[in-house]
């Protein structure tokens, strides 16, 4: 393959090939009696014109097709040198549109097309139970038992649930914090991913649980940093939160299930799972399992759901208890890939991916602008090819060699930014994104830019090259200048090319505007508390070093005394979490009075923590120091609880004094309700039903006490000083109660408010560097069709002049040109904006995805800065002499 671009050898093989057969040819007709002169001219004549020969021969064997696209690629390198200006045009405004596609497709590859590493992902299904509603549950294991024995849909099901609290690892060599999920022994067999050390689990019995329930799996990341690597710890001991495990296997680098962790360390480890005599039951003691499963071959999900959903009616006919048949009357099945991002970041992730190929096709739109005018402006040149033989094939090819050399440099530019925008971008995106997205380019990746390199050559040069080719040679020819007139029709097409421009900025504009007028929405959203002032650590708690001891007595109230006395701090107080807060929300269901049944969010909150947040009351009252173990079980509800559950529609407050929750046997009192507040994870998100329990109340004898204070807890604290001087002394108090709390998340509560619309900022950010560079580009196209106009037409100001028009007609005529395109452009961009308003409108907030006054805010700045950018070549319009314009004539 090599030997084919090896030119000059194969021509110095080709002229010694014909040389021997012209001399051999000349060898026989002497020795056949002619004259040496005589031979060698009867032989010139019998071979005719030799450099053509040679050519038919090198077309013949195929080399001549590929020394053509050798020489073009070497004539478009050397016209690049020639015109480094407009080169530098070129290739930055395709690296514009090139980077920004390529930096939206890297991150939705990582986080729509290909998130996992598993075989064969599209077979992987999540399996949930569900009363019909939007909630989902995990499954108990009766349940699974049924479908496991009775199902015919699926390969494998699956197991696990994550083990709770703060986790340990502990080895010989180091400590380090880990998650730990207990797993069915056949779950890496249904992921179809081998461990790359050892055999992993053994599955015993149709329960898949493991034989031995003391045998772990690392992972290489945890393998390689706290056992650096080592080859031999198979078969080695390991202690998690002081329970030995003995090391049965490693996952190779990359692999991670679950595919997502919002919170806490990314290290993982998987332990056996071993089922225990309470998960043969369905009390609130018995486990319930998270399941994947995978598809046979060519069962759909649709088939696989219909045979699941008869196996649940039937279960669920067996149970008593109503509410158990409820939660289990309905299976929800969805691809595991699916179930990775929410609905709203898929959207926005698909809309900014569109947004970036409408940058593209702009920067594609303008550098075809850009290549018309310089195959007009090469008429001439092109002209003289084809009158000496170039056929149109041949003068296609050289110029779309020419737009593929700028695609091609523009690609490696635009590789560099897209990858440096990543970079740049990597907090927010860590911030927002369920799965990491590596700055580095990998197979898909490249072939994505591969394929818009092409893409942008073909968009950008395959139009002017087929109009150029097909330019009549005569005329061109005829004309004594370098330039020859072209006729309206390219005036037309270069004009809409600067239309289509303008209209697709508008678009992009437009959207940038609709998300920034949600941001001013959302930051002047009434919150219903106050946020200054508010330190808020994040303490993801180590509950083996508190197993069967009162948290609450003996973590929390020291911690909670200490924290209170530091210099600076005007209250403390604890909460399960805050509001906004993005760390684990718990539902509760329960019953009114022993009648309505409802679902609530449930809080663990001590009484302080309404003078950090200046919680206000509706009615009632919140907790007191007269609220203790000993007491009567209290709780405190919201409005929205309230207005949906209160006995007396029209009078919510008759909801005080009603029974819920039964505590230590007792029911538990309702005795005030708080004023609404945006308690969810987004400012967006209108208040929901929420249940607060004073902490002093909640002992381990309590059926609900390990979900709402064994996993996790927020102090936050009120302070008269900044909290870069109070982090310090917080640290060390956590430090002090337990050591693992040290390296606890501390924040600000104005910092949690800001990342709850994260998801609108960070569209916000990439659309208003969309919008800037489409502005930007319009601009620039306009300018530059404009210019080249005046410059085509300066024979034409000179004589306009000449006959008596003024300087300000000649401004107003190019001016005029330009607030028609302008016009044009925004009449078309506001029907496109129209239209890809719905792809934002679970976006948006206080704005309409079809607000008339964005809209005219958008385009305002467009049409000025249009004029302007006409301005320029108007003006050099109207100052032209019409002397030196007539000279020529």
Not at 325 to 348: G, P
Not at 527 to 536: E, K, S, W
Not at 648 to 663: C, F, R, S, T
Request: hydrophobic share 45%; with cysteine; net charge positive.
């Amino acid at each position: 393959m090599l030997s084919w671009f090896r030119f000059n050898h194969r021509k110095a093989e080709l002229d010694a090939e014909i040389e021997f057969h012209r001399r051999m040819a000349t060898a026989d007709r002497v020795a056949r009696g002619e004259s040496p002169a005589a031979a060698e001219a009867a032989v010139n004549r019998e071979m005719g014109n030799l450099p053509l020969a040679k050519d038919v021969a090198r077309e013949t064997r195929g080399w001549l097709r590929v020394e053509r696209l050798a020489q073009d690629f070497r004539y478009a390198v050397r016209s690049m040198r020639r015109s480094p200006g407009f080169a530098v045009t070129v290739t930055g405004t395709l690296a514009l549109g090139i980077g920004a596609a390529a930096t939206m497709f890297t991150v939705v590859d990582h986080v729509l097309l290909q998130p996992t590493s598993y075989r064969d992902p599209a077979r992987l299904v999540a399996l949930n139970e569900t009363d019909g509603s939007a909630r989902n549950w995990n499954v108990p294991w009766p349940d699974l038992r049924e479908w496991i024995g009775q199902n015919r849909s699926f390969e494998e099901i699956a197991f696990g649930s994550v083990v709770g609290g703060r986790n340990y690892l502990e080895s010989a060599h180091a400590a380090m914090e880990i998650n730990a999920e207990s797993v069915s022994a056949n779950l890496f067999d249904t992921l179809g991913v081998k461990p790359q050390l050892g055999r992993g689990f053994v599955p015993e019995g149709p329960s898949f649980a493991s034989k031995n329930a003391s045998l772990i799996v690392l992972s290489d990341g945890v393998w390689k940093e706290a056992f650096g690597g080592d080859p031999h710890i198979l078969g080695q001991t390991v202690r998690i939160n002081n329970t030995p495990y003995t090391v049965a296997g490693v996952m190779p680098p990359g692999f991670k299930y679950p595919a997502v962790t919002t919170v806490g360390p990314r290290a993982w480890v998987w332990v056996g799972l071993q089922l225990g005599a309470a998960d043969h039951d369905r009390d609130w003691k018995s486990d319930r399992f998270q399941v994947i499963a995978r598809l046979r071959a060519g069962v759909s999900v649709a088939q696989a759901h219909a045979e699941l959903a008869a196996i649940q009616s039937r279960i669920a006919a067996t149970l008593t208890d109503a509410g158990d048949r409820k939660k289990s009357s309905q299976i929800r099945m969805r691809r595991y890939n699916s179930t990775l991002v929410e609905a709203d970041l898929r959207k926005a992730l698909l809309a900014l991916l569109a947004a970036s190929a409408i940058l593209w096709l702009i920067a594609a739109v303008n550098v075809t602008n850009l290549l018309l005018a310089r195959s007009t402006a090469r008429q001439r040149e092109i002209a003289m090819r084809g009158a000496l033989g170039a056929g149109r094939g041949r003068i296609v090819q050289q110029m779309l060699v020419e737009g593929l050399v700028f695609s091609l440099s523009a690609a490696v530019l635009g590789t560099g930014l897209a990858f440096g925008s990543v970079r740049l971008l990597a907090h927010e995106l860590s911030q927002r994104l369920p799965l990491p997205v590596p700055a580095a380019p990998d197979s898909a990746i490249l072939l994505a830019l591969l394929g818009l390199t092409i893409l942008s050559a073909l968009l950008s040069s395959a139009w002017p090259a087929w109009i150029a080719a097909r330019s009549p040679i005569e005329p061109a020819l005829r004309q004594g200048g370098m330039q020859s007139g072209v006729g309206r029709r390219h005036h037309r097409i270069r004009g809409g090319l600067v239309a289509v421009e303008i209209a697709l900025s508008l678009t992009l504009l437009v959207a940038c505007g609709l998300l920034l007028r949600t941001l001013y929405s959302l930051r002047h959203v009434p919150l219903g508390y106050r946020t200054d002032h508010v330190i808020v650590a994040h303490l993801d708690i180590p509950s083996f070093r508190f197993a069967h001891r009162d948290m609450a007595q003996q973590l929390y109230a020291p911690l909670l005394d200490r924290t209170q006395h530091l210099p600076g701090v005007q209250a403390a107080g604890l909460i399960s979490m805050v509001p906004l807060g993005n760390t684990f929300t718990i539902h509760f269901e329960m019953q009114l009075n022993n009648k309505t049944h409802l679902v609530s969010y449930m809080k663990a909150v001590t009484p302080d923590a309404q003078k950090v947040f200046g919680f206000k009351m509706a009615a009632g009252r919140f907790f007191n120091d007269r609220d203790t173990a000993n007491s009567q079980p209290v709780v405190v509800v919201n409005e929205a609880f309230a207005r949906l559950y209160s006995p007396d529609k029209n009078n919510p407050n008759e909801v005080i004094g009603a029974k819920l929750l039964n505590m230590r046997n007792h029911p538990t009192v309702i005795i005030g309700i708080l004023d609404d507040a945006r308690q969810g994870t987004t400012v967006s998100q209108p208040s929901q039903p929420e249940t607060d329990i004073d902490i002093r109340q909640l002992t381990p004898d309590v059926a609900f006490y390990n979900a709402l204070e064994g996993i996790g807890m927020d102090l936050a604290l009120r302070t008269s000083r900044p909290a870069a001087e109070m982090i310090p002394n917080l640290r060390q108090i956590l430090r002090e109660a337990s050591p693992e709390l040290a390296s606890a998340n501390i924040t600000t509560m104005d910092q949690i408010v800001e990342d709850s619309w994260a998801s609108q900022r960070l569209a916000a950010h990439l659309l208003e560097i969309f919008g800037a560079s489409a502005l930007l580009l319009c601009v620039a196209g306009l300018y530059g069709l404009l210019a080249y106009v005046v410059t085509e037409r300066t024979r034409e100001m000179g004589v306009r002049i000449a006959l008596g028009a003024t300087r300000g007609n000649l401004l107003w005529l190019i001016l005029r040109q330009a607030g028609f395109l302008l016009l044009l452009g925004l009449v078309a961009g506001s029907a496109l904006a129209f239209a890809s308003g719905r792809l934002l409108r679970s976006f948006l907030y206080g704005v309409q995805a079809h607000d008339g006054w964005t809209l005219a805010l958008s385009a305002l700045p467009l049409f000025l800065s249009g004029m302007v950018a006409a301005y320029l070549p108007a003006r050099r319009a109207a100052r032209v002499d019409p002397m030196e314009a007539l000279r020529a004539e």
